[in-house]
């Protein structure tokens, strides 16, 4: 019963994640690194007649089991977009602002560190990228502490990141892109709209196109999670005007508890192991590693944060109903590039041992100290209550807003 009650609260899924990272580090440092990788680079195969895929287990993991993650945020965010918090144009418009603060000063910021440098100026991807697993882990952490808007908010913006970090590492970081593969993957998209728009209730259709599609950009050299998001906005939220039979509200339901309590793990556990041997502190003052740490904690939250502040300013975006302390904590958040920034890092320098050791590093300190800080601002957001009240914000603050309600109930029972 303990065990059932644990699983009901958002936090939990942000526990098992952070678990399963910290074993990954820890198994990684004392003695079973050659395990760990052992077993990630075990191939599985499934072949129907000549016909087939051969991938390491990490790679089913990476390219499979996270298509599936951006799937179930996919369907979340579709929802919002049509009839949910992100409806108005100017409310939709925000993450999309907010992703490119993020991307554009943390490329900045590590550019004009290694400019003059050849060998390390290649790598102004790594600290482009949020890593939308534990960023939305840590914030699971906090339970009903934020708004829902914050949540939906971070999911949106840091799908919108990787999808830039997605174009990034294809224009950038990919030597081959089959577009015969990509173009298959087109038509399939096609087709998954065109179930939408006749109104198609069954599932089962979306899913065996939206596998078509997944192979398709698997085989294109771009990353296939992207797949996930494409197939998710094909998926029709209402059927002749009525949500009762939803089929994005049936998937989003029956994928939410798998995404949240399984694949977050598993992905945790796959990706945040690596051996600290060999790395000190004393590599942190190269401008490789100085530009990764910046770029991630200080340029990404500064970007995404100022980003949000001058378009909500200038009357171009609308800012959700949360406190800016709120909205800075998030901005914080985005500093957690860890597996998508180790990823660009290994593309970048995988052949230069030295510089990856630099790279892995970096990305884990700025990763760890954003996801700390970030936690930690967002933990007390009482502190946010204003003076004045028309800054105050009811939705992060219910506790506030029904001793305010029992004051005037107390008052006119007085009178």
């Known amino acids: 019963m303990q065990l059932k009650k644990f699983f009901e609260y958002d936090s939990a899924s942000g526990i098992m994640l952070m678990v399963a990272a910290v074993l990954a580090l820890i198994v990684n440092n004392i003695g079973f690194e050659h395990t760990y990788h052992e077993v990630l680079h075990t191939h599985l195969a499934f072949k129907i007649g000549e016909f087939g895929l051969d991938k390491s287990l990490g790679h ?81 952490l ?33 030597a081959d892109i089959s577009m015969e593969a990509l173009g298959f993957g087109a038509l399939a998209f096609g087709v998954l709209m065109l179930l939408n728009f006749n109104n198609v209730k069954s599932l089962k259709p979306y899913m065996l196109v939206g596998f078509v599609l997944w192979l398709c950009i698997l085989e294109s050299g771009v990353h296939a999670t992207i797949a996930g998001v494409l197939l998710a906005f094909a998926i029709p939220l209402s059927i002749d005007g009525s949500e009762g039979t939803s089929p994005l509200k ?53 970007g995404v944060f100022s980003f949000i502040w001058l378009f909500d300013r200038l009357g171009v975006v609308q800012r959700p109903p949360c406190t800016w302390r709120q909205l800075y904590g998030l901005a914080i958040l985005t500093g957690i590039g860890f597996t998508v920034s180790l990823f660009i890092g290994s593309l970048a320098f995988g052949d230069q041992p030295e510089l990856l050791a630099e790279v892995r590093l970096a990305v884990l300190l700025a990763s760890t100290v954003s996801a700390i800080v970030g936690y930690h601002v967002l933990k007390r957001p009482e502190m946010l209550v204003a003076r004045d009240k028309t800054d105050f914000n009811p939705i992060a603050h219910p506790e506030a807003l029904s001793e305010e309600k029992a004051d005037n109930a107390s008052s006119r029972a007085a009178e």
């Open 142 to 174: 906090l339970g009903g502490r934020v708004p829902r808007e914050l949540k939906i908010l971070l999911l949106s913006l840091a799908i919108i990141d990787d999808l830039i970090a997605i174009l990034v590492i294809a224009i950038f970081y990919t």
């Open 250 to 302: 049936r998937l989003e339901h029956a994928l939410y508890p798998w995404a949240a309590f399984v694949i977050m793990p598993i992905f945790a556990f796959a990706n945040a192991g690596f051996s600290l041997h060999g790395m000190s502190f004393a590599l942190m003052a190269g401008t490789l590693p100085l530009g990764i740490m910046l770029g991630l904690f200080f340029g990404k939250q500064f």
């Open 60 to 140: 089913w993991i990476n390219d499979g089991l996270m298509a599936i993650f951006f799937l179930t945020v996919g369907l979340e965010i579709k929802r919002e977009l049509v009839v949910g918090a992100l409806r108005e144009f100017k409310q939709a418009l925000l993450p999309l602002v907010a992703a490119l603060g993020g991307v554009i000063l943390p490329a900045l910021i590590y550019a004009s560190m290694n400019y003059s440098n050849p060998e390390t100026a290649h790598g102004w991807g790594i600290p482009m990228a949020t890593d939308i697993a534990f960023a939305v882990g840590v914030l699971s």
